[in-house]
């Protein structure tokens, strides 16, 4: 009879148990947005274009998951990267100076590790000019440290990147531009 009772009050206390550890996750989720610190880039067109759209920045482990939804490119790819400054304000966005490069290193193709911190994929918009985008990139962080990425920017190219050419894909003009800004209330590390 004891052993019964103290059976029924230990599967009691695991039921409120995973009760509170799913409160707790949903509460988690609603402020935090499903993951670790995230950041956010609402684009602006640069150069006469008509691009718009959404990029955002979210930890993963050591790495950070981009996202992007873009409308308004033209049809095929375009050169994608992280620029230095977080300044979008020229007409042509060259106030967000050259990609964004702490180790000093030479453009390469965002699967290598001789590359930009900045490089990534290219987008490729589809035939209505709409391009959507989710890949893991490293060597970016959203931490204040030398990999930090908050208060730089995203820029959006004309061209494709070559993955090559120096010192920046020769992906032509920058037709869209977002300062990278921490989403409030995402989580710690910054
Ligand atoms: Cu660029």
Redesign the pocket.
């Known amino acids: 009879m004891k052993m019964h009772r103290n059976e029924v009050s230990r599967r009691a206390a695991v039921r409120i148990a995973g009760l509170v550890s799913a409160t707790a996750l949903l509460a988690a989720c609603a402020s935090m947005g499903g993951g670790g610190p995230k950041a956010e880039a609402r684009l602006e067109a640069r150069s006469g274009s008509a691009v718009t759209g959404t990029v955002s920045f979210q930890g993963v482990g050591q790495k950070l998951r981009v996202e992007a939804r873009i409308a308004g490119l033209t049809p095929g790819e375009h ?3 992280v ?1 230095e400054a977080g300044d979008c304000s020229a007409p042509d966005a060259s106030s967000a100076k050259g ?1 964004f490069n702490p180790a000093g290193r030479a453009h390469g193709h965002h699967g290598g590790s001789d590359r930009h911190a ?1 490089d990534m994929p290219n987008l490729v918009a589809d035939a209505s000019g709409r391009a959507n985008i989710s890949a893991e990139v490293d060597m970016l962080s959203l931490t204040e440290g030398p990999a930090g990425i908050l208060n730089r920017s995203v ?1 959006i ?1 004309a061209d494709p ?1 070559d993955y090559k050419s120096q010192p ?1 894909g020769n ?1 032509g003009k ?1 037709v869209a531009c977002g300062t990278i800004r921490a989403v409030a209330g995402a989580g710690a590390g910054y």
């Open positions: 050169g994608f990267h620029h990609h900045g820029v190219h990147d920046a992906s920058r």
